[in-house]
Structure formats: structure tokens, C-alpha cells
């Protein structure tokens, strides 16, 4: 089955500066994958995804870059703020399946 | 507001005790799914339910049991043969087969007493 590394663990920038979050997998038919920013006591919230014909997409700052010959996708967020701070997750959904397969995911810390 | 609504928040159970943790959507989305969230561990899947009246397992069903006799709601009961309950567990919902992102409810958090 699908099996997704994420690095790193925990990560800390100042603000302003940018962050860059990483993820492999490992089906070569996964075809999905989003990212998603929890909050302490929250569920995970949705923040960008894409799908495997498109290798980057963009949304004011924060950007995802796949690639499928290397199996490996980033998150990067760009002028970071202190309401940036939070555990993101990235998730990889295999082709035919249902069922996301999620990272362990990143405690980020934007310091002031 | 449209959203999936899980209760309660906080839960505590004994030794020996089955509890049911609600999970209610009203996306009128047609996948439900539960996850178990442990410090460290990421979300791992529990159960999940592509239409009414059928679910399937997943990667650590052991000691958890579903239902999904209405389309709106995917109850999770932690049995008593769950040994070690104590996490935060997460709902979410998608809307048909695809690519599409699932959205989370903001979890119940389960203790031992």
C-alpha cells in the first residue's frame, strides 16, 4: 500500500522569512494529494491540493511543487506570519483508491 | 452553515465501557471516514463508508465498530476490547469518488478514567 515521509518533524522561521515542507511516496499511481493546516483542538482544515497532471499550483503564499518521476511533493509558504504556526499535513490518495494516506506531519513555529 | 458537526468534545470512559462517538454531516456528501490522530503518528484511518448500509475497515479497526444507516451520519463506538483508546478522533466527509478533499470535524478527545 500507499506510504507517505514527511519531513521535517518540527520547523522553525522567523516571520517573513519562508518555509518549505516535504513529502514522499510511494505508489507511482498516486494521483491526489492535498495539504492541510491544524490548528491546536481542531480538525484539519484544507489548504491547497493537486492533482497529478499538474506540477505546481500557487495561492497567494503558499505554493505545492510535484514531482512524479521522484516521487516527492512540497509545500512552501512564503512571508510567513505568526498565524502561519500550526501542524501541517501532507497526503498522497493512490489511483483506484479511496482512502488518503496522510504524513506525520510538521509543527511549524513562526516566531515574531 | 454547512459543515460536519462531531460530539462531544470531550469524552471519558471507564474500563469496560463501550462509548459512541457522533459524527454528522450536512454536505450531503456521500464518504464518510474516521481517523485516529496519537501525538507523533499522523491520522490513521479506522473505518469508512462509501454509501448507506455498507463500510469498510481500515488499517486499525480492531476494538471499533460502525454504522451508516442514514447518509448524514457515521457513528464510531471504542469497545471495550480497545485497550488503549485514549487519542483524538477525527471524522471527515467527501463528496462522491475522485479526487476531491475530505473535510474534518473538529474531533472528540477520548480519556481513560
Known amino acids: 500500500g500507499e506510504n507517505v515521509e514527511q519531513h521535517p518533524s518540527t520547523l522553525s522561521v522567523q516571520e517573513g522569512d519562508s518555509a518549505v515542507i516535504k513529502c514522499t511516496y510511494s505508489d507511482s499511481a498516486s494521483n491526489y494529494f492535498p495539504w492541510y493546516k491544524q490548528e491546536l483542538g481542531k480538525g484539519p482544515q484544507l489548504i491547497i491540493d493537486i492533482r497529478s497532471n499538474v506540477g505546481e499550483k500557487k495561492d497567494q503564499r503558499i505554493a505545492v511543487t510535484l514531482n512524479k518521476t521522484a516521487k516527492h511533493f512540497s509545500l512552501h509558504i512564503t512571508e510567513t506570519q505568526p498565524e502561519d504556526s500550526a501542524v501541517y499535513f501532507c497526503?498522497?490518495?493512490?489511483?483506484?483508491?479511496?482512502?488518503?494516506?496522510f504524513g506525520k506531519g510538521t509543527k511549524l513555529t513562526v516566531n515574531p | 452553515d454547512g459543515g460536519i458537526t462531531q460530539s462531544p468534545k470531550y469524552l471519558f470512559r471507564k474500563e469496560g465501557q463501550n462509548v459512541t462517538l457522533s459524527c454528522e454531516q450536512n454536505?450531503?456528501?456521500?464518504?464518510m471516514y474516521w481517523y485516529r490522530q496519537d501525538p507523533g503518528q499522523g491520522l490513521r484511518l479506522i473505518y469508512y463508508s462509501q454509501i448507506v448500509n455498507d463500510f469498510q475497515k481500515g488499517d486499525i479497526a480492531e476494538g471499533y465498530s460502525v454504522s451508516r444507516e442514514k447518509k448524514e451520519s457515521f457513528p464510531l463506538t471504542v469497545t471495550s476490547a480497545q485497550k488503549n483508546p485514549t487519542a483524538f478522533y477525527l471524522c471527515?466527509?467527501?463528496?462522491?469518488?475522485?479526487?476531491?478533499?475530505?473535510?474534518f470535524g473538529d474531533g472528540t478527545r477520548l480519556s481513560i478514567l
Open positions: 471527515a466527509s467527501v463528496k462522491g469518488q475522485g479526487n476531491q478533499p475530505q473535510h
Open positions: 497526503a498522497a490518495k493512490g489511483g483506484g483508491s479511496e482512502k488518503l494516506v
Open positions: 454536505l450531503n456528501h456521500d464518504a
